[in-house]
């Protein structure tokens, strides 16, 4: 194909050069500007990077004004309805969709490293009574770089399957034991017969005097959340794995830095948020006065699980997991009265013109957390269950940046502090 230029015009130095244009596959344009400081002495500026591309990828598309995401050119509509959280994984890292002896080698992998260092289990008693499931989690992340100090970039590249594996198991153990340490209870051992998230839920709420029963129903949902937060493009926590991962940093540590920038309430913490937001919503019981001040520029409070950097339209995630909530709740014949309050919420908001003039709609968080509730999920580790769902979404991207052109990232700034004094000034 022809290469076309933008035309870049300084106006007060008389002079002018062209910088490339690439399209993506989907026809997104974006002008390459990789050599303008070179030719120029002029940086672009772009903090937040709202206009930023920060890398090509050819894991998850996104189309923020038509709703649209697809992993490796599958419809996430699609993943839902025909595949499992684990097929989804490895679509991720390897671009396609398991044959059965993948499947099988995969799950055999997820098995066998499925236990964790018998050493890290007392790494949970360190903490302070209360401490937040992500905060652990991090920290136990972080810490597995010391008993696998050698998995890096240069090391692993090769071996992606065995350090996804590793990792996506470890975190559903961690994530289970640090639930049952919060309740006080004995944890539960992984368990080679159950599939991925069968065996979750029985870590989760297995017990010596009550046998979990395994539901279904309530693995397919699970199956289904997972796949709709598995990936996101260059979302915070993502762009921070590949920041972090771009400086040959151990893999654990760089998947640690994800799981910290989701823990925060604009991102990945939403969901916790959310719910929060709805109780205090229903005791009140005036939805529009929350509402208005949400659209109140001298209050802090905005409404949790609106809104997103990249959609101006319903998030494509949110309208699955609204759909799948109604059916699961009346399935599970579960009546849920914060289901009411979300509904009236999202109701209002779309038919105001504040909300309509920003183009802010529901986005994923805003009806997951019902469902994990339904499940048995507390809520203090529905950020968690985002970071676990997230994992292979993390790893690809580390992979894909492994494998590429591995510069280190290192943005440039405008310094406009003080300029040249004297300490005697
Ligand atoms: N409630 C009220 N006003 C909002 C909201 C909201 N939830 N979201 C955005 N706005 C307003 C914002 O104040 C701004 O108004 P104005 O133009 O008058 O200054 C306008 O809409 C544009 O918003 P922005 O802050 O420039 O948008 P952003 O792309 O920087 O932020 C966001 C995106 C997701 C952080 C933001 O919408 C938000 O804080 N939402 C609530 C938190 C949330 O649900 N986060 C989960 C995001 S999706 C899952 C994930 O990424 O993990």
């Not at 030719?39 to 923020?64: K, L, Q, R, V």
């Not at 101006?312 to 699961?328: G, L, N, S, V």
Request: with cysteine; proline share 5%.
């Amino acid at each position: 194909m022809e290469q076309k230029y933008a035309k870049l015009i300084f106006e007060d130095e008389g002079k002018e050069i062209l910088l490339p244009i690439v399209v993506g596959t989907e026809g997104e344009k974006a002008i390459d500007i990789t050599r303008l400081r070179r030719d120029t002495s002029y940086i672009t500026i772009d903090p937040s990077f709202a206009n930023t591309g920060a890398c090509y990828s050819e894991i998850t598309y996104i189309d923020g004004e038509r709703g649209i995401l697809r992993y490796r050119g599958i419809p996430v509509e699609d993943l839902v309805e025909k595949t499992s959280f684990i097929e989804t994984a490895y679509l991720l890292l390897h671009g396609k969709l398991p044959n059965p002896d993948q499947r099988s080698k995969f799950s055999n992998l997820l098995n066998v490293n499925s236990m964790l260092h018998e050493d890290m289990r007392h790494f949970f008693d360190g903490f302070p009574r209360g401490a937040h499931p992500m905060h652990i989690l991090a920290t136990m992340i972080n810490a597995l770089s010391t008993f696998y100090p050698n998995v890096d970039a240069l090391s692993l590249s090769e071996h992606i399957d065995l350090s996804a594996a590793r990792l996506i198991s470890t975190v559903r153990t961690l994530a289970a034991f640090a639930y049952k340490k919060s309740v006080g209870e004995p944890v539960v051992y992984p368990r080679h017969d159950l599939p991925y998230c069968a065996n979750f839920l029985n870590m989760m709420f297995d017990s010596p005097v009550a046998p979990y029963e395994i539901d279904e129903e309530v693995v397919k949902i699970l199956n289904v959340l997972l796949i709709l937060h598995a990936d996101h493009g260059q979302n915070c926590s993502t762009t921070a794995v590949r920041i972090v991962g771009s400086a040959q940093v151990n893999l654990y540590s760089t998947i640690s830095a994800g799981i910290s920038a989701l823990s925060g309430p604009l991102h990945g913490g939403a969901n916790q948020a959310v719910m929060e937001m709805l109780r205090k919503i229903e005791k009140d019981g005036n939805v529009q006065k929350w509402v208005d001040k949400a659209k109140d520029k001298n209050s802090n409070f905005k409404l949790m699980g609106f809104g997103h950097r990249v959609y101006k339209t319903y998030d494509p995630r949110a309208a699955i997991t609204k759909k799948q909530c109604h059916e699961f709740l009346k399935k599970m014949k579960i009546k849920d009265s914060l289901l009411d309050v979300a509904m009236e919420l999202e109701n209002a908001a779309l038919k105001d013109d504040y909300f309509i003039s920003r183009n802010l709609y529901p986005n994923v968080d805003f009806y997951s957390g019902i469902i994990y509730r339904a499940i048995g999920i507390p809520e203090n580790m529905f950020t968690v269950m985002f970071a676990l769902a997230r994992l292979p979404g993390w790893i690809a991207h580390w992979k894909e940046m492994v494998d590429g052109d591995n510069k280190i990232c290192r943005p440039r700034e405008i310094y406009i502090g003080k300029p040249l004094r004297r300490i005697e000034d």
